[in-house]
T-cell receptor, first 115, second 118 residues
Framework: AQKITQTQPGMFVQEKEAVTLDCTYD???????LFWYKQPSSGEMIFLIYQGSYDEQNATEGRYSLNFQKARKSANLVISASQLGDSAMYFC????????????FGPGTSLSVIP | GAVVSQHPSWVICKSGTSVKIECRSLDFQATTMFWYRQFPKQSLMLMAT?????????EQGVEKDKFLINHASLTLSTLTVTSAHPEDSSFYICSARDVDRSFRDEQFFGPGTRLTVL
């Protein structure tokens, strides 16, 4: 069963605008962490932001914020003031505390920033 | 942050040969490392979990005899693709876990190895 769903295979955003990338997840654990990674064409995985299942506030890291709705099991990434360098693949991922440390990735969203 | 390296960064080989990919944690000890495979325009799929000093745990559908994993030290895990075939061509990424860090910050990814089998 798919544990992480990203329903947007591709997204376009105008430079300097904000964009939201969707992510929903499935778990029966109470303790888990949600991650967003950026993968540019070079292939490296760049950590962007983390949200713990017990965190009461939405995580923020610079231009990145995470809209965490626990009851709906969604963890959408919001990128504000998009830049050309934000064009990349974005992966939502989950790590369950009792899953032997495995990080499971969603299918990804390709973001293209238009000048 | 902690650094994980992979070697080689890219490799081209003939069908039927074996290829070894190294994953090293450069400034921390990693009791656990993970190997992922990524086909073009697809997500990272976990292949196996590598634990220092013990046998690797493979995900369902991953052939143990084809993808040999050895985690001989706390800083090195190797993935050997045996008798490689064109369908094994992929981007292989490792990650390493630094247990001295918090749950959020534990995992670090290597830069990946692009394997092309002719």
């Amino acid at each position: 069963a798919q544990k992480i769903t990203q329903t947007q295979p591709g997204m376009f955003v105008q430079e300097k605008e904000a964009v939201t990338l969707d992510c929903t997840y499935d778990t029966s654990d109470q303790s888990y962490g949600l991650f967003w990674y950026k993968q540019p064409s070079s292939g490296e995985m760049i950590f962007l932001i983390y949200q713990g299942s017990y965190d009461e506030q939405n995580a923020t890291e610079g231009r990145y914020s995470l809209n965490f709705q626990k009851a709906r099991k969604s963890a959408n990434l919001v990128i504000s003031a998009s830049q050309l360098g934000d064009s990349a693949m974005y992966f939502c991922a989950m790590r369950e505390l009792y899953s032997y440390d495995k990080v499971i990735f969603g299918p990804g969203t390709s973001l293209s920033v238009i000048p | 942050g902690a650094v994980v390296s992979q070697h080689p960064s890219w490799v081209i080989c003939k069908s039927g040969t074996s290829v070894k990919i190294e994953c090293r944690s450069l400034d921390f000890q990693a009791t656990t490392m993970f190997w992922y495979r990524q086909f073009p325009k697809q997500s990272l799929m976990l292949m196996a979990t590598s634990n220092e000093g013990s046998k690797a745990t493979y995900e369902q559908g991953v052939e143990k005899d084809k993808f040999l994993i050895n985690h001989a030290s706390l800083t090195l895990s190797t993935l050997t693709v045996t008798s490689a075939h064109p369908e094994d061509s992929s981007f292989y990424i490792c990650s390493a876990r630094d247990v001295d860090r918090s749950f959020r910050d534990e995992q670090f990814f290597g830069p990946g190895t692009r394997l092309t089998v002719l």
